[in-house]
């Protein structure tokens, strides 16, 4: 490492990752974006981008994205509390953690004999007098197996944060006659805001782009962004329309790291 | 009452995966009626030569994509520490997290127009060069770390004592960096392990990997096969955070890692 030259001799397989695996393939998805399935340049995607049936796709990929963040939040948030409450709390935590080491895939296959038609789902439906009825392949399944999926992600930054929380601040605030509702929306959660927000950017952008669960789950009925991507990629080999969605899909996410600001997601 | 929050939430965690090794051992052949206790499932699983490829298919790429993944890691995080422009840093370091952040989608549709664009087969070495390019961040940000923690008197000590640039490379960072270096590999394996998406683009005909076989499994129906295979594929994941773990202690790393 003494001279320039074999430091960038040395740089090169670093380098050239770079180049050809997240330059290139950034720069050759937007080129793709302005081909028309013919493979002429033209803004015809993005026309198309703007026509009904894709915003509708939009707004409701959105919208199960939005209902999995909020239903995760819900569970996850009282959940990483209790588990900071506990005495050996961080291996709780690795044993809440390990399921989401679980081949995706084998968990999307178990909901498929759970919420089956004869499944333990329905058996408990018909126990409590409801009767039978279809869950697989509705929105309900999909929201509730998207949920059960992003839980454990969407712990892990909240409980680090109301780790981090010093517990005098809680004290302090019983002192000064807070009652636990307040001390709760005044104290706790404002001060692990961040770890919320790291987690609504965890479980969020993934839903959007979520395709396994829709088609084995939600049985086609559900759209999403990253669906569409790969309908158009795979299946209508309509490469430049996918291409300009996936671009569409890169911008929310830069626009959703931007709100919920930058912190890095995964480790 | 917090304890069985704590508890429901613990059961609807494990219960899938639970439901899932208990009718492994069916011998009914459906995933809701338990007629009697079988290894049927197992037997033909290990019977399954086709399977038994694609299982030893998905260890080829893990391994290989999670060695060569690191050693470019390794060398991309020495290459950034090196940077002392904190602006250009900071470029090269977002540069370095824009798969890290990218949905597997992205990804996979990116890389099968590189692929197609340069005229690559699509194939084991397709499958293994994104499995390397989508590890090779987290093998950086791991061991990145390590190496600003490192004191620089380490190096100018060694060479004081007359060591050469490659001594001081392989006797003193590389040792120093260990830790960060175990953790990346290890998820580097398990990215590939638990890779659907990408491989799922990249795949073309003639290649598969488990992820990608479990799927087209499942869109087939139910099989207790899949059972069976998940339940070994349960305690090998099992084995595999036992060892993370164990890592992770060793390097003081407080908080758990979470899978992509």
């Known amino acids: 490492?003494?001279?320039?030259?074999?430091?960038?001799w040395f740089m090169l397989p670093y380098t050239l990752w770079m180049v050809f695996f997240v330059i290139a393939p950034i720069l050759l998805v937007i080129y793709y974006s302005f081909l028309d399935i013919n493979g002429q340049f033209s803004l015809a995607n993005y026309q198309k981008f703007f026509t009904p049936v894709y915003l509708k796709m939009t707004f409701s990929s959105f919208w199960?994205?939005?209902?999995?963040?909020?239903?995760?939040?819900?569970?996850?948030?009282?959940?990483?509390?209790?588990l900071t409450k506990t005495k050996h709390s961080q291996l709780?935590?690795?044993?809440?953690?390990?399921?989401?080491?679980?081949?995706?895939?084998?968990?999307?296959?178990?909901?498929?004999?759970?919420?089956?038609?004869?499944g333990v789902s329905?058996?408990?439906?018909?126990?409590?007098?409801?009767?039978?009825?279809?869950?697989?392949?509705?929105?309900?399944?999909?929201?509730?197996?998207?949920?059960?999926?992003?839980?454990?992600?969407?712990i892990l930054p909240i409980f680090n944060s109301l780790n981090e929380l010093n517990p005098t601040l809680i004290d302090a605030a019983n002192d000064l006659g807070a009652s636990k509702w307040t001390t709760f929306t005044r104290v706790i959660f404002p001060l692990t805001i961040e770890g919320v927000k790291s987690g609504i950017q965890i479980v969020f952008i993934p839903a959007l782009s979520l395709f396994m669960l829709t088609r084995l789950i939600a049985g086609n009925r559900v759209i999403t962004l990253g669906t569409a991507i790969e309908q158009h990629f795979l299946v209508t080999q309509d490469w430049g329309m996918g291409a300009t969605i996936a671009v569409f899909l890169i911008l929310i996410m830069f626009a959703i790291m931007a709100i919920t600001g930058n912190r890095k997601r995964g480790v | 009452m917090a304890n069985f929050f704590l508890l429901l939430v613990f059961f609807i965690l494990y219960a899938p995966i639970i439901f899932l090794i208990f009718y492994s051992f069916n011998s009914g052949g459906t995933m809701y009626h338990f007629e009697s206790f079988?290894?049927?499932?197992?037997?033909?699983?290990?019977?399954?030569?086709?399977?038994?490829?694609?299982?030893?298919?998905?260890?080829?790429?893990?391994?290989?994509?999670?060695?060569i993944a690191t050693i470019i890691g390794i060398i991309g995080a020495l290459g950034i520490h090196a940077i002392k422009k904190r602006t250009a840093r900071n470029t090269v370091l977002s540069l370095n997290n824009v798969l890290i952040v990218s949905p597997d989608v992205i990804i996979g549709a990116s890389f099968l127009i590189l692929f197609t664009v340069t005229g690559y087969k699509l194939g084991f070495y397709s499958v293994l060069l994104s499995h390397i390019a989508f590890s090779v961040p987290i093998v950086v940000l791991l061991v990145l770390p390590k190496l600003s923690e490192m004191s620089p008197s380490l190096v100018d000590a060694a060479r004081d004592l007359g060591a050469n640039s490659w001594d001081v490379l392989t006797k003193v960072i590389l040792p120093y960096l260990s830790?960060?270096?175990?953790?990346?590999?290890?998820m580097a394996l398990t990215y590939s392990l638990d890779d659907f998406a990408v491989t799922f683009f990249v795949t073309g005909n003639g290649f598969s990997t488990l992820s990608v076989e479990i799927y087209s499994l499942a869109r087939r129906g139910v099989s207790?096969?899949?059972?069976a295979?998940?339940?070994?594929?349960?305690?090998?994941?099992?084995?595999?955070?036992?060892?993370?773990?164990?890592?992770?202690?060793?390097?003081?790393?407080?908080?758990?890692?979470?899978?992509?």
């Open chain 1, 1 to 8: 490492m003494n001279s320039r030259l074999t430091r960038s």
């Open chain 1, 64 to 82: 199960y994205a939005f209902l999995i963040t909020f239903f995760s939040l819900l569970v996850a948030y009282p959940t990483a509390y209790l």
């Open chain 1, 92 to 118: 709780w935590l690795l044993l809440i953690i390990v399921p989401s080491w679980i081949n995706l895939l084998l968990k999307a296959y178990a909901f498929l004999g759970i919420l089956g038609t004869y």
């Open chain 1, 122 to 154: 329905n058996q408990l439906l018909e126990a409590i007098g409801i009767g039978r009825q279809q869950v697989l392949f509705t929105d309900f399944s999909f929201i509730f197996v998207s949920v059960y999926i992003f839980i454990p992600f969407m």
């Open chain 2, 38 to 67: 079988t290894l049927d499932w197992y037997r033909e699983l290990f019977s399954d030569v086709r399977l038994l490829i694609i299982v030893l298919n998905t260890l080829v790429v893990a391994l290989l994509s999670a060695l």
């Open chain 2, 179 to 186: 830790p960060g270096i175990m953790a990346g590999f290890f």
């Open chain 2, 224 to 227: 207790l096969n899949i059972n």
């Open chain 2, 229 to 260: 295979l998940s339940t070994l594929l349960f305690l090998f994941t099992i084995i595999l955070v036992v060892v993370y773990y164990f890592i992770a202690q060793r390097q003081k790393i407080n908080t758990v890692g979470v899978r992509k």
